[in-house]
């Protein structure tokens, strides 16, 4: 995921963006989260005073367990994070911009954008908005489906009463 900031570092221009479709190659991080390797990056750079900061946000896409209905569905994530470009990572520094060092002109994303995946993903997701879930009852998805159990619901008072008069 190399980035070439030569030539806008040699130029006038202050600021550059950059477009790009990016792979994630670390398989363990693919694997791991059924991450689809493929990302949409779109990023401006800055040049400011003596720095060069990156302002960016990425699109990446995993497969997810829909936490209320428990299919599968493709979970599409939109993660934005800034950064500062350095030649030295400066232990002291304490921004919550993330620090890429640059090197002979080029940085490398991987590391960061792993980073941002990894703190971006949510713990619980919904395969939409108003999913309706399963039935407690049969296990259907109501998605896609319908039961008659709401219209039985048990109550176990009514289940009493029910034997009483079965006697
Ligand atoms: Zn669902
Ligand atoms: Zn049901």
Not at 8 to 34: C, G, H, Q, R
Not at 104 to 128: F, H, T
Request: overall charge negative.
């Amino acid at each position: 995921m190399l980035i070439n900031l030569k030539k806008f570092l040699l130029s006038d221009d202050l600021v550059m963006n950059v477009n790009e479709a990016l792979t994630i190659t670390d398989k363990e991080l693919l694997e791991k989260n059924k991450l689809n390797k493929d990302i949409q990056f779109s990023g401006k750079f800055f040049k400011v005073e003596k720095s060069l900061l990156l302002s960016a946000e990425f699109t990446y896409s995993y497969s997810e367990t829909c936490a209320r209905c428990l299919e599968e569905f493709e979970n599409k994530i939109i993660a934005k994070f800034n950064a500062i470009i350095v030649d030295e990572v400066n232990e002291d520094y304490e921004a919550e911009d993330i620090e890429i060092m640059i090197k002979d002109g080029c940085i490398d994303l991987e590391e960061p954008i792993k980073q941002i995946v990894y703190l971006s993903m949510p713990m619980k997701a919904l395969c939409k908005n108003d999913c309706k879930g399963i039935c407690p009852m049969c296990g259907i998805n109501l998605n896609t489906g319908k039961c008659e159990c709401n219209d039985f619901v048990i109550d176990p008072r009514l289940e009493k009463l029910k034997t009483l008069l079965r006697d």
